[in-house]
């Protein structure tokens, strides 16, 4: 049982800094201003790989992904107060949107790489 310190704070930091964001824009689109809190998206993301690392630790496979699927689904619901329905359209729809900003800069990078070679 090898737990890296070092690997989680990083996961962490670039898990907050990245997909803290993204989560906060579609939560505040979806139960409004008053319910999703920047601080509460940091809250969520935090708590989800801290404690989903704990968990990867311990379940593995279908079970492991069900399971931190479940974690997600709960921190979402109880930070942005909403119920599972929505926590689920919630997590698809940052999903979602932070699949698509990752494939336009891709893009825009590869355009710019390509105009070096």
């Given at each position: 049982?090898?737990?890296n310190?070092i690997?989680?704070?990083?996961?962490?930091?670039v898990?907050?800094?990245?997909?803290?964001?993204?989560?906060?824009?579609?939560?505040?689109?979806?139960?409004?201003?008053?319910?999703?809190?920047f601080?509460?998206?940091v809250?969520?993301?935090?708590?989800?790989?801290?404690?989903?690392?704990?968990?990867?630790v311990?379940?593995?496979?279908?079970?492991?992904?069900?399971?931190?699927?479940?974690?997600w689904?709960?921190?979402?619901?109880?930070?942005?107060?909403?119920?599972?329905?929505?926590?689920?359209?919630?997590?698809?729809?940052?999903?979602?949107?932070?699949?698509?900003?990752?494939a336009?800069?891709?893009?825009?990078?590869?355009?710019?790489?390509?105009?070096?070679?």
């Amino acid at each position: 049982m090898v737990f890296n310190l070092i690997g989680l704070a990083v996961n962490i930091i670039v898990g907050v800094i990245v997909v803290s964001p993204v989560l906060w824009l579609v939560g505040r689109s979806m139960v409004g201003k008053e319910k999703a809190r920047f601080t509460d998206a940091v809250w969520i993301v935090a708590l989800g790989i801290i404690i989903g690392s704990i968990l990867g630790v311990f379940v593995h496979g279908l079970l492991g992904f069900v399971a931190s699927l479940i974690l997600w689904l709960a921190l979402i619901r109880h930070f942005f107060d909403t119920g599972w329905l929505k926590a689920l359209v919630i997590a698809v729809l940052a999903s979602v949107v932070f699949a698509t900003i990752t494939a336009v800069l891709a893009f825009i990078g590869v355009l710019v790489l390509s105009r070096f070679i």
